[in-house]
């Protein structure tokens, strides 16, 4: 069988951290295409996994008929453009989280897959999670019964990314916090619950940490270093509610807090047990057994989700077994986040069709 070519669009860290290694490790896959705006990227893509060419302009690879699918790795801003463009030109899709900056531009996307009968996946990698899966399956097997609430913590202390970055420019990323870290969070919330429907939502957001961006004093900066001319124009906090046909979700998210403590966790409480999910980490399960209290910590093989996310794309693009992270499934967590975004904005409760 011949390999499957793919072309990475956007050479910059999460395809160099999780994509280009993970096709690489593919036995069924080529890269043929690098593709970066910064051509130094590209060629160094190409120079450092001995394979591919490098390209400076997406539109050139179009048409390539070679081209199975393509990585969408760029910034928010250009995902659902990118994306089309590949659907309409024949071509599979796995687009990098969150699917676009916003629904509206998300259901664009949705309604070119739908169009061209393409595949068009989402990266919201946490579906391709071991630990994430084992607790998928206790709570479908209602070892905690009804789940009734859960409680989404992502905070750090004072670690706003690349401050007057893209990271922090909403036409660029969209949003701040709960559109970086958060889709993380609420994604694996509904697909742990079933992807329930949400039906209101209320949140504010905060801004006030780095608003003063040259005295901004942080603890890191993974994205880079300040750019103090730069744009700050995006939550660095938020808290929030979601009533949905399931559970009730609470959250509260945080690039930088005046708090010195990490507190990354999902709590799912259900009336018969509940988890901690310790985030990219290990999970605890609390519960009751002859009337005693009971603290249960399992220990399972964890493989590379992102090796698993691209391992199930390529295999998708074989059989068309139709994954979890499918636009037209992701497309509820892109409404979700959207609706806590115009609650901020209105300063009152949102209601979803």
Same mark, same amino acid.
């Given at each position: 069988?011949?390999?499957? +070519?793919?072309?990475?669009?956007?050479?910059?860290? $999460?395809?160099?951290?999780?994509?280009?290694?993970?096709?690489?490790?593919?036995?069924?896959?080529?890269?043929?295409?690098?593709?970066?705006?910064?051509?130094?990227?590209?060629?160094?893509?190409?120079?450092?996994?001995?394979?591919? +060419?490098?390209?400076?302009?997406?539109?050139?690879?179009?048409?390539?008929?070679?081209?199975?699918?393509?990585?969408?790795?760029?910034?928010?801003? !250009?995902?659902?453009?990118?994306?089309?463009?590949?659907?309409?030109?024949?071509?599979?899709?796995?687009?990098?989280?969150?699917?676009?900056?916003?629904?509206?531009?998300?259901? %664009?996307?949705?309604?070119?897959?739908?169009?061209?009968?393409?595949?068009?996946?989402?990266?919201?990698?946490?579906?391709?999670?071991?630990?994430?899966? +084992?607790?998928?399956?206790? $709570?479908?097997?209602?070892?905690?019964?009804?789940?009734?609430?859960?409680?989404?913590?992502?905070?750090?202390?004072?670690?706003?990314?690349?401050?007057?970055?893209?990271?922090?420019?909403?036409?660029?990323?969209?949003?701040?916090?709960?559109?970086?870290?958060?889709?993380?969070?609420?994604?694996? !919330?509904?697909?742990?619950?079933?992807?329930?429907?949400?039906?209101?939502?209320?949140?504010?957001?905060?801004?006030?940490?780095?608003?003063?961006?040259?005295?901004?004093?942080?603890?890191?900066?993974?994205? =880079?270093?300040?750019?103090?001319?730069?744009?700050?124009?995006?939550?660095? =906090?938020?808290?929030?509610?979601?009533?949905?046909?399931?559970?009730?979700?609470?959250?509260?998210?945080?690039?930088?807090?005046?708090?010195?403590?990490?507190?990354?966790?999902?709590?799912?409480?259900?009336?018969?047990?509940?988890?901690?999910?310790?985030?990219?980490?290990?999970? $605890?399960?609390?519960?009751?057994?002859?009337?005693?209290? %009971?603290?249960?910590?399992?220990?399972?093989?964890? %493989?590379?989700?992102?090796?698993?996310?691209?391992?199930?794309? !390529? +295999?998708?693009?074989?059989?068309?077994?139709?994954?979890?992270?499918?636009?037209?499934?992701?497309?509820? %967590?892109?409404?979700?986040?959207?609706?806590?975004?115009?609650?901020?904005?209105?300063?009152?409760?949102?209601?979803?069709?």
């Amino acid at each position: 069988m011949a390999k499957l +070519k793919v072309a990475v669009i956007g050479c910059g860290t $999460i395809a160099n951290a999780a994509h280009i290694p993970a096709y690489i490790k593919n036995q069924d896959v080529e890269i043929k295409w690098f593709c970066d705006i910064i051509p130094e990227r590209a060629d160094e893509a190409v120079k450092k996994y001995g394979c591919g +060419k490098a390209v400076y302009d997406y539109h050139e690879i179009l048409n390539d008929r070679e081209i199975d699918a393509v990585s969408v790795c760029t910034p928010n801003n !250009v995902h659902a453009q990118i994306s089309i463009d590949f659907l309409k030109a024949g071509k599979d899709v796995l687009c990098e989280k969150p699917a676009a900056r916003t629904y509206d531009e998300a259901l %664009t996307m949705l309604n070119a897959q739908k169009e061209t009968g393409k595949i068009l996946n989402i990266g919201v990698v946490n579906r391709f999670n071991d630990g994430v899966n +084992k607790i998928k399956e206790l $709570i479908d097997s209602g070892r905690l019964g009804k789940i009734y609430q859960v409680y989404v913590s992502f905070r750090a202390h004072r670690s706003i990314p690349g401050l007057g970055g893209a990271f922090t420019t909403k036409d660029i990323a969209g949003g701040g916090v709960l559109i970086d870290w958060g889709v993380h969070y609420l994604d694996i !919330v509904m697909y742990c619950c079933g992807d329930p429907t949400a039906k209101t939502a209320t949140a504010e957001t905060f801004s006030k940490l780095g608003k003063d961006m040259n005295n901004y004093t942080y603890v890191d900066m993974w994205a =880079g270093p300040p750019n103090y001319s730069g744009t700050y124009d995006v939550e660095e =906090g938020i808290t929030g509610m979601i009533r949905t046909d399931g559970p009730i979700i609470t959250l509260n998210g945080a690039w930088a807090q005046n708090i010195g403590e990490k507190e990354t966790y999902i709590d799912f409480m259900g009336d018969k047990g509940g988890i901690r999910l310790y985030y990219g980490k290990n999970f $605890i399960l609390y519960g009751t057994e002859n009337g005693m209290l %009971t603290t249960t910590e399992f220990s399972y093989p964890q %493989t590379n989700h992102f090796e698993n996310e691209i391992n199930a794309f !390529v +295999k998708d693009i074989s059989d068309r077994t139709k994954l979890p992270s499918a636009i037209d499934v992701n497309i509820k %967590t892109s409404k979700l986040m959207q609706a806590l975004y115009d609650s901020a904005s209105l300063h009152k409760e949102i209601e979803l069709d």
